[in-house]
């Protein structure tokens, strides 16, 4: 009878033996593993920073303000008007008109024009000072904190229209990189109440 290979190892008559597997080659001193290339870090310079703030504002400007626009181009407001409604909003109390002009950067002159546009409309009102009757001061009437309100609903709206184009993914990662700028006090100050809600308005379809 003749004997096979497998049956001196006790193994079953013709059957091969296991193969161990091999290990991993090593690598010579000529072959390394290939490491990935870190990304560049990119240049955060406030000149970059500036250029992309810009145009994410561009973009912003460009698909969330038609509303918005719609209004004030239907109150006749000027973009000056509009910032001293948002200012005097967050000033709980009166300020005079040469305050005023300091603030929006104006001439007296030209503050007191836009002033006298906003009392017109009865946005803001206007008084003598208690202890020099030359100075006038200034606050918003409650008309004028409704349009305020109304201004900021636009804007809202308009905002949530493109958070709705985003990913989730990119959600995310926009409310990680803005949830420590907004703890900043002077940023935290321009946050609009939270009473707001977007209330988007038809625009009028064209004649």
Same mark, same amino acid.
């Given at each position: 009878?003749?004997?096979?290979?497998?049956?001196?190892?006790?193994?079953?008559?013709?059957?091969?033996?296991?193969?161990?597997?091999?290990?991993?080659?090593?690598?010579?001193?000529?072959?390394?593993? %290939?490491?990935?290339?870190?990304?560049?870090?990119?240049?955060?310079?406030?000149?970059?920073?500036?250029?992309?703030?810009?145009?994410?504002?561009?973009?912003?400007?460009?698909?969330?303000?038609?509303?918005?626009?719609?209004?004030?181009?239907?109150?006749?407001?000027?973009?000056?008007?509009?910032?001293?409604?948002?200012?005097?909003?967050?000033?709980?109390?009166?300020?005079?008109?040469?305050?005023?002009?300091?603030?929006?950067?104006?001439?007296?002159?030209?503050?007191?024009?836009?002033?006298?546009?906003?009392? %017109?409309?009865?946005?803001?009102?206007?008084?003598?000072?208690?202890?020099?009757?030359?100075?006038?001061?200034?606050?918003?009437?409650?008309?004028?904190?409704?349009?305020?309100?109304?201004?900021?609903?636009?804007?809202?709206?308009?905002?949530?229209?493109?958070?709705?184009?985003?990913?989730?993914?990119?959600?995310?990662?926009?409310?990680?990189?803005?949830?420590?700028?907004?703890?900043?006090?002077?940023?935290?100050?321009?946050?609009?109440?939270?009473?707001?809600?977007?209330?988007?308005?038809?625009?009028?379809?064209?004649?």
């Amino acid at each position: 009878m003749q004997v096979t290979r497998g049956d001196r190892r006790g193994g079953t008559t013709g059957a091969a033996a296991p193969v161990k597997p091999r290990p991993p080659a090593r690598p010579t001193r000529n072959q390394t593993p %290939r490491a990935r290339r870190p990304r560049p870090a990119r240049s955060c310079s406030p000149a970059e920073v500036a250029r992309d703030l810009m145009t994410l504002l561009g973009f912003m400007l460009s698909r969330s303000g038609e509303r918005f626009y719609a209004l004030v181009d239907e109150l006749d407001l000027s973009i000056t008007q509009i910032k001293t409604l948002h200012l005097l909003e967050n000033h709980s109390e009166e300020v005079s008109v040469k305050e005023l002009a300091k603030l929006l950067g104006l001439s007296l002159p030209a503050a007191s024009r836009t002033v006298d546009g906003l009392l %017109r409309r009865g946005y803001v009102e206007r008084r003598e000072d208690d202890h020099d009757r030359r100075m006038k001061r200034i606050r918003m009437s409650a008309a004028g904190g409704e349009l305020a309100l109304e201004l900021h609903r636009e804007r809202l709206a308009g905002l949530e229209d493109i958070a709705a184009t985003l990913t989730e993914r990119e959600r995310r990662e926009l409310c990680d990189a803005l949830a420590s700028l907004i703890q900043r006090e002077d940023i935290a100050a321009c946050r609009p109440p939270t009473a707001i809600t977007a209330q988007p308005r038809p625009l009028e379809e064209p004649a």
